[in-house]
């Protein structure tokens, strides 16, 4: 049969119901900002990245956001970019298409592609893959933080698609996202593995060729498979 995955028309459309708005005001800056560093913006801020702007990838942004932001990464091959991100209630997603982060080798803190430390993060339209780690448990994302949005991404070929702690007031929703041949091969690693989180809803996704691990393996108190 043909190969399906990568392919968007494979997934439910995503909803016609405003969720891939920022949730408030943003103050927008240019590509090469016109400001000092410290200078105070109200709003949250919403920064663009891409291979012709002043951010030419996200690492170079996770170093300045602040909470609430959005980082808005135009589509295309970001390759050995990895990043921390430490803000809360940011909002992260690709542009013009899915913005795909190839690992080749590299890794935030050891641990996968993004590190996310934040709390109430979103992620949106990113393709990870490619991640590997000296404890075989390199991550598309590794999350740190209480409670996280991933919607119409795409996971494959990582050694965890997502990995996540253990935070009993934590709540994971996954949704239009597909993963794909993530895990190490030896059984301990997952499309995506859910740690002991208040709840996690997995919903219009596409989960296939895991090696050797679980599709999906959880151990939240809530779960609420589509």
Same mark, same amino acid.
């Given at each position: 049969?043909?190969r399906?995955?990568?392919?968007a028309? /494979?997934? =439910?459309?995503?909803?016609?119901? $405003?969720?891939?708005? +920022?949730?408030?005001?943003?103050s ?6 016109d400001f000092?560093?410290?200078t ?5 801020r919403? &920064?663009r990245? $891409? =291979?012709?702007?002043? &951010?030419?990838v +996200? *690492? ?5 956001? /602040?909470? @609430?932001?959005?980082?808005e990464?135009d589509? @295309? #091959?970001?390759?050995?970019?990895v990043?921390?991100?430490r /803000?809360?209630r ?15 080798g /590299?890794a ?16 949106? $339209? !990113?393709e %990870?893959?490619g991640?590997?780690?000296?404890d075989?448990?390199g991550a598309?994302?590794r999350f740190?933080g209480?409670?996280l949005?991933?919607r119409?991404s &795409? %996971? ?10 253990h935070?009993?007031?934590?709540? !994971? #929703?996954?949704e239009? *996202? ?8 030896d @059984?301990?690693?997952h499309?995506? &593995? ?5 709840? %996690?809803t997995?919903?219009h996704?596409?989960?296939h060729?895991?090696?050797? @691990?679980?599709?999906v393996?959880?151990r939240?108190?809530q779960q609420?498979?589509?």
């Open positions: 049969p043909p399906t995955e990568g392919r028309a /494979q997934l =439910p459309p995503l909803p016609e119901d $405003g969720r891939r708005l +920022p949730a408030a005001p943003t927008t800056l240019p590509d090469k900002p000092l560093p410290g105070k913006v109200t709003a949250p919403l &920064y990245v $891409g =291979p012709g702007r002043f &951010y030419r +996200p *690492s170079e942004v996770a170093a300045i956001a /602040q909470d @609430g932001d959005t980082v990464i589509a @295309g #091959l970001y390759e050995r970019d990043a921390v991100w /803000q809360n940011l909002t992260l997603r690709g542009v013009g298409g899915r913005a795909h982060l190839a690992a080749d /590299q935030a803190r050891e641990k996968g592609i993004w590190v996310i430390a934040g709390d109430e993060v979103t992620v949106e $339209g !990113i %990870f893959s991640a590997r780690v000296y075989r448990n598309g994302i740190e209480r409670g949005t991933v119409d &795409y %996971f494959h070929d990582n050694e965890n698609g997502i990995l996540t702690g935070d009993p007031e934590s709540d !994971i #929703l996954v239009y *996202s597909e993963f794909a041949r993530n895990g190490h091969g @059984g301990y690693s499309n995506i &593995y859910v740690g002991k989180a208040r709840s %996690f997995l919903r996704s596409y989960m060729h895991a090696r050797i @691990g679980h599709n393996k959880t939240a108190m609420v498979p589509d």
